[in-house]
């Protein structure tokens, strides 16, 4: 093997790699909040009685999770300033994760929404509580409870997939590889090390997840 | 030169998307054996087997494919491998979709009860038959929606191939949107190629999901 | 020479002491009734007895294979020693019949149409002849227990273990398992069964073992142990099952 291993030539790169992680978490986490909004609602359309609004979720989550991120990238910062809508890289990599992101959390939240009984809603409603207050403190949590480990292997996931942005030319830790590369030739351990940057990262959100578990979840459930 | 979308373009797009259900079923195949693998590792008694496993599962699916794509395509030629995008993308698609389908094939089998293994043992059946004839036949049943269900994510995947070159539907829907300048219906189309193949999937895994006589 | 022998048998899960030193025997033809708190020791002394479970220390002989030998025939052992479970656990993936014929063709070697012949006798036996074709999900709790009796007994073991058969079943399903029960005592089926059941235990069983906190508390003749019982804790139990 006559390759000569320098992972110290990135090291004057570390300014960038920084930067890309803190452009990362700041996508994964706006992502993330509006994919769970959208989310809500899918799942709240999905679940509900109206005809109109179950048909457009259901259509919406089918089309979403049956067609690659890559490509629903490509449509929205390619195709869509075609109709007049035209967004920036980076808003574009928003737009187009979020939208991707909300089937995937709809799905997640109805299955959660539909694991509630409706005895459940009954003593609710039965203690006086008006419909949205049963909503928001008995069914909410008891569902969001039921899919959290879901909810959260699909944000890592999410994470994971912002790297494919890299490709419309939005700024994040992928794209920093590229310009590391062009700068220093070393492929191999540029994208190395990038790659296990996420790892970092993985693991770090795992860890929060599991903290916010034990305090929203364990805790409270024990104490009630 | 730009040209107009035509029906040309849609032909070149399928003919594109017999390399995107290639590099899938070759990535399913090598994947399913590698996963055998993994799976086997995860389960025996023998701890620094089952470290190795956890290590090797944690690494995929706490990475992102795409940087698992760039590390193989760039990796490969330090050990004097041909570069070409073509084994990178079957290699690190294979890899990548082992560490999946090991873990959905261990929650399978070890969600057969440990009853099941009793009732077996009760009525005298060696290890090997009451593994092959009362755990596997359940443990299939079970595996069989999720992993149908991650080949549908794997179909998705392959489009991130196009990204270190390689030539699928994704690559080639690039390509037309540049030369006839109609994004919108060059990867319109693509989408739909992919929804088609991929609904045909998830469609299959839900009937699977209903089969009768499962484990209960 | 007993059918069973156990001798001095000590059993833990952790630190926790489960049996602490049973020694009993069985003889050919005998059913004997187990009773007992939940927690006593019941199941495991069962499941050591046809080698599910591993005891630390004693002796086990069942029908002439010592269980506790380090390298017992267990899988020889189990075909004698056949045993039917609280949960039924029959095969859900397989229809009755291949429930009952699966042992029979890949243990014993028999022919199929062989083994079909057996399963037919067998579900006969337990009343549900016309169940042959059906699976496990679309029978009711007590036929899936009397299936689980069929496919046992189609093994012709010289003893059976029964835990707590009718424990899982709804009331009005419970007669018909022991029915079945009652059916094979009578072929004469070296029996051990542990139950609630006391009534069953005082008719149909020749003899009873009284289980308390790991050890035999009591070991007699089932209707005068039952009707009589010598210590302070049978007494207290029984008055507790019997309300
Ligand atoms: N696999 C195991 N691991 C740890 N502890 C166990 C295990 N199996 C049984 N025990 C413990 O051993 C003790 C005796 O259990 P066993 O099942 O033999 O009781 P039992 O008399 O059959 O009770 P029951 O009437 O509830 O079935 C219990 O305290 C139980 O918690
Ligand atoms: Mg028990």
Same mark, same amino acid.
Request: hydrophobic share 50%; glycine share 8%; charged share 15%.
């Given at each position: 093997? #006559?390759?000569n291993?320098?992972?110290?030539a990135?090291?004057?790169?570390?300014?960038?790699?920084?930067?890309?992680?803190?452009?990362t978490?700041?996508?994964?986490?706006?992502?993330?909040?509006?994919?769970?909004?959208?989310?809500l609602?899918?799942a709240?359309?999905?679940?509900g009685?109206?005809?109109?609004?179950?048909?457009?979720a @259901? @259509?919406?989550?089918?089309?979403?999770?049956? @067609?690659?991120?890559?490509v629903?990238l490509?449509?929205?910062?390619?195709? %869509?300033?075609? %109709?007049?809508?035209?967004?920036?890289?980076?808003?574009a990599?928003v737009?187009?994760?979020?939208?991707?992101?909300g089937?995937?959390?709809?799905?997640?939240?109805r299955?959660?929404?539909?694991?509630?009984? @409706?005895?459940?809603?009954?003593?609710?409603?039965?203690?006086?509580l008006?419909?949205?207050q049963?909503?928001?403190?008995?069914?909410?949590?008891?569902?969001?409870?039921?899919?959290?480990?879901?909810?959260?292997?699909?944000?890592?996931?999410?994470?994971?997939?912002?790297?494919?942005? #890299?490709?419309?030319?939005?700024?994040?830790?992928?794209?920093?590889?590229?310009?590391?590369?062009?700068?220093?030739?070393?492929?191999?351990?540029?994208?190395s090390?990038?790659?296990?940057a996420?790892?970092?990262?993985? %693991?770090t959100?795992?860890?929060?997840?599991?903290?916010?578990?034990?305090?929203?979840?364990?805790?409270?459930?024990?104490?009630r | 030169?730009?040209?107009?979308?035509?029906?040309?373009?849609?032909?070149?797009?399928?003919?594109?998307?017999?390399?995107?259900?290639?590099?899938?079923l070759?990535?399913?195949?090598?994947?399913?054996?590698?996963?055998?693998i993994?799976?086997?590792?995860?389960?025996?008694?023998?701890?620094?087997a089952?470290?190795?496993a956890?290590?090797?599962?944690?690494?995929?699916?706490g990475?992102?494919?795409?940087? !698992?794509?760039?590390?193989?395509?760039?990796?490969?030629?330090?050990?004097?491998?041909?570069?070409d995008?073509?084994?990178?993308a079957?290699?690190?698609?294979?890899?990548?979709?082992?560490?999946?389908?090991?873990?959905i094939?261990?929650?399978s089998l070890?969600?057969?009860?440990? &009853? !099941?293994?009793?009732?077996?043992?009760?009525?005298?059946?060696?290890?090997?038959? &009451?593994?092959l004839?009362?755990?596997?036949? !359940?443990a299939?049943?079970?595996?069989?929606?999720?992993?149908?269900?991650?080949?549908?994510?794997?179909?998705?995947?392959?489009?991130?191939?196009?990204?270190?070159g390689f030539?699928?539907?994704?690559?080639?829907?690039q390509?037309?949107?540049?030369?006839?300048?109609?994004?919108? !219906?060059?990867?319109?189309?693509?989408?739909?190629i992919?929804?088609?193949?991929?609904?045909?999937?998830?469609?299959?895994?839900?009937?699977?999901?209903?089969?009768?006589?499962?484990? &209960? | 020479m007993?059918?069973?022998?156990?001798?001095?048998?000590?059993?833990?899960?952790?630190?926790?002491?489960?049996?602490?030193?049973?020694?009993?025997?069985?003889?050919?033809?005998?059913?004997?009734?187990?009773?007992?708190?939940s927690?006593?020791?019941?199941?495991?002394?069962?499941?050591?007895?046809?080698?599910?479970?591993?005891?630390?220390?004693?002796?086990?002989?069942?029908?002439?294979?010592?269980?506790?030998?380090?390298?017992?025939?267990?899988?020889?052992?189990?075909q004698?020693?056949?045993?039917?479970?609280?949960?039924?656990?029959?095969?859900?993936h397989?229809?009755?019949e291949?429930?009952i014929t699966?042992?029979?063709?890949?243990?014993?070697?028999?022919?199929l149409?062989?083994?079909?012949?057996?399963a037919?006798?067998m579900?006969?036996?337990?009343?549900?002849?016309?169940?042959?074709?059906?699976?496990?999900?679309?029978?009711?709790?007590?036929?899936?227990?009397?299936?689980?009796?069929?496919r046992?007994?189609?093994?012709?073991?010289?003893?059976m273990?029964?835990?707590?058969? *009718?424990?899982?079943l709804?009331?009005?399903?419970?007669?018909?398992?022991l029915?079945?029960?009652?059916?094979?005592?009578?072929?004469?089926?070296?029996?051990?069964?542990? *139950?609630?059941?006391?009534?069953?235990?005082?008719?149909?069983?020749?003899?009873?073992?009284?289980?308390?906190e790991?050890r035999?508390?009591?070991?007699?003749?089932?209707?005068? *142990?039952?009707?009589e019982?010598?210590?302070?804790?049978?007494?207290?139990f029984?008055?507790?099952?019997?309300?």
């Open positions: 093997m #006559s390759y291993f320098r992972f110290s990135l090291l004057p790169y570390t300014d960038e790699i920084v930067r890309g992680v803190v452009l978490l700041q996508l994964s986490v706006i992502t993330m909040s509006i994919g769970l909004v959208i989310g609602f899918v709240l359309a999905r679940t009685s109206i005809p109109v609004l179950r048909g457009a @259901t @259509t919406y989550v089918e089309a979403i999770r049956n @067609t690659p991120l890559l629903q490509l449509i929205v910062f390619f195709g %869509l300033p075609h %109709l007049g809508i035209r967004f920036d890289a980076n808003t990599a737009v187009a994760l979020s939208i991707n992101l089937a995937y959390c709809g799905e997640i939240l299955a959660g929404l539909q694991s509630i009984r @409706t005895s459940q809603v009954e003593a609710g409603r039965s203690l006086g008006t419909a949205g049963t909503f928001r403190h008995v069914v909410l949590f008891q569902a969001v409870k039921a899919v959290y480990p879901a909810l959260t292997s699909q944000f890592v996931l999410l994470l994971l997939a912002t790297s494919v942005v #890299s490709a419309i030319g939005a700024t994040e830790l992928f794209s920093e590889a590229s310009f590391i590369d062009s700068r220093t030739y070393r492929s191999f351990e540029t994208y090390l990038i790659t296990a996420y790892l970092v990262l993985t %693991l959100f795992r860890a929060l997840f599991a903290v916010v578990w034990q305090l929203v979840f364990v805790r409270r459930s024990r104490s | 030169m730009i040209r107009e979308f035509g029906p040309n373009d849609i032909v070149y797009l399928l003919e594109a998307a017999r390399w995107t259900v290639a590099l899938a070759i990535a399913a195949v090598g994947g399913g054996i590698l996963g055998v993994v799976a086997v590792l995860r389960i025996v008694p023998f701890k620094p089952n470290w190795l956890i290590g090797f599962i944690n690494l995929i699916q990475t992102p494919l795409l940087g !698992q794509l760039f590390v193989f395509f760039f990796g490969l030629p330090l050990f004097h491998v041909v570069v995008p073509w084994v990178a079957a290699l690190s698609l294979s890899i990548y979709a082992s560490a999946f389908l090991g873990e094939w261990r929650g070890q969600s057969v009860s440990p &009853r !099941q293994w009793e009732a077996g043992a009760s009525l005298g059946l060696p290890y090997h038959q &009451r593994l004839h009362v755990i596997l036949p !359940q299939i049943r079970i595996a069989v929606p999720p992993t149908v269900g991650f080949l549908v994510q794997l179909v998705k995947d392959t489009s991130l191939t196009a990204l270190i030539v699928e539907l994704t690559r080639e829907s390509i037309l949107s540049n030369s006839t300048y109609a994004p919108l !219906q060059v990867y319109g189309v693509a989408a739909l992919y929804f088609v193949i991929c609904f045909a999937l998830t469609r299959l895994s839900q009937r699977l999901e209903r089969t009768p006589h499962a484990a &209960r | 007993p059918l069973v022998e156990v001798s001095d048998i000590h059993k833990s899960f952790g630190v926790v002491e489960v049996l602490k030193g049973i020694s009993l025997t069985v003889d050919k033809g005998e059913i004997v009734a187990v009773i007992g708190r927690g006593s020791g019941k199941s495991t002394m069962l499941r050591c007895l046809n080698g599910l479970e591993k005891v630390q220390a004693g002796r086990i002989v069942v029908a002439g294979t010592e269980v506790t030998s380090p390298d017992a025939d267990l899988n020889r052992l189990r004698q020693a056949g045993m039917v479970f609280q949960s039924y656990n029959l095969f859900p397989l229809s009755v291949r429930n699966l042992a029979l063709t890949l243990v014993r070697k028999m022919k149409p062989a083994a079909r012949e057996i037919k006798e579900v006969a036996r337990v009343g549900l002849a016309d169940k042959l074709g059906a699976y496990p999900d679309e029978l009711s709790g007590g036929q899936q227990q009397r299936v689980a009796i069929a046992s007994l189609a093994m012709q073991p010289t003893l273990l029964f835990d707590e058969i *009718t424990s899982a709804d009331p009005e399903l419970v007669g018909e398992v029915r079945v029960l009652e059916g094979v005592a009578k072929d004469g089926m070296t029996m051990m069964l542990v *139950t609630h059941e006391m009534n069953f235990a005082k008719n149909v069983a020749d003899r009873v073992i009284f289980m308390h790991g035999i508390h009591e070991d007699g003749p089932a209707r005068q *142990t039952l009707v019982p010598r210590t302070a804790e049978l007494r207290s029984l008055s507790a099952v019997l309300h």
